[in-house]
């Protein structure tokens, strides 16, 4: 049966709990690059119906943003038992009549400009967004920064390594699992937290270099700070 749909953060309160966590000014000192954009997508078993990003730049607020996505498509997309609603509780008709991809694509390329993109296993938010930038013939290769192996990394011994569990073992709590901007923030928090509370200074570095990929997804992104 599908799970009641979890209402997601709005974008002014999730820009309220980032500056009240100080992430800026905590992700600043950390051996992190000065552009990151925390990006999360929800979707259907073929298509992208909601995304939300977080961009941190160095000497700047938050930036947040988040929009549903509507597919576009009659049919068999638009039945319930493709729509992975037991996951995040999205339906057909609260995507509908919102922005497609293709009017948000050149939002999302901007955001992600001379940005490393950290999502928890980011190959996942990789994938769809290459799919869908490739359906408009727009090629897309972005440098990222996964969580899910730097968790394992560093909490070796929690059963699992979900976000929602990392979230637990860190003392803060995603205020809505399973959606875009929920995840998002959750993510950010997370992120920081490993590295607060798990890494020596000394390791730091080291740890996000082996969770990070070069823009072509394939090797170990070279940068330090």
């Excluded at 002014?12 to 954009?37: D, M």
């Excluded at 869908?132 to 070796?156: H, I, K, V």
Aim: glycine letters at 6%; aromatic letters at 8%; hydrophobic letters at 40%.
């Amino acid at each position: 049966m599908p799970q009641p749909t979890v209402p997601d953060v709005d974008a002014t309160t999730a820009f309220w709990w980032l500056q009240q966590t100080r992430v800026a000014a905590r992700a600043a000192v950390l051996p992190l690059p000065s552009g990151l954009l925390f990006l999360d997508v929800e979707t259907t078993r073929n298509r992208i119906v909601e995304i939300a990003m977080v961009r941190l730049q160095t000497g700047h607020h938050p930036w947040v943003w988040t929009t549903y996505v509507d597919p576009e498509s009659d049919g068999w997309m638009r039945t319930q038992q493709h729509w992975n609603t037991s996951i995040h509780g999205l339906t057909p008709n609260m995507v509908r009549g919102h922005p497609s991809f293709a009017q948000i694509a050149g939002t999302v390329r901007q955001a992600c400009e001379g940005a490393t993109v950290v999502a928890h296993n980011v190959a996942f938010e990789r994938r769809w967004l290459v799919s869908e930038m490739g359906s408009l013939g727009q090629p897309w290769r972005f440098p990222t920064l996964d969580t899910l192996p730097l968790a394992r990394r560093l909490l070796p011994d929690l059963d699992d390594h979900r976000l929602d569990t990392l979230a637990a073992a860190l003392d803060v709590r995603n205020p809505a699992p399973h959606r875009a901007l929920g995840d998002t923030v959750t993510t950010a928090w997370v992120l920081l937290g490993l590295l607060e509370r798990h890494a020596s200074s000394a390791d730091r570095a080291g740890l996000l270099r082996d969770a990070s990929r070069d823009r072509d997804g394939s090797r170990l992104n070279p940068w330090t700070r």
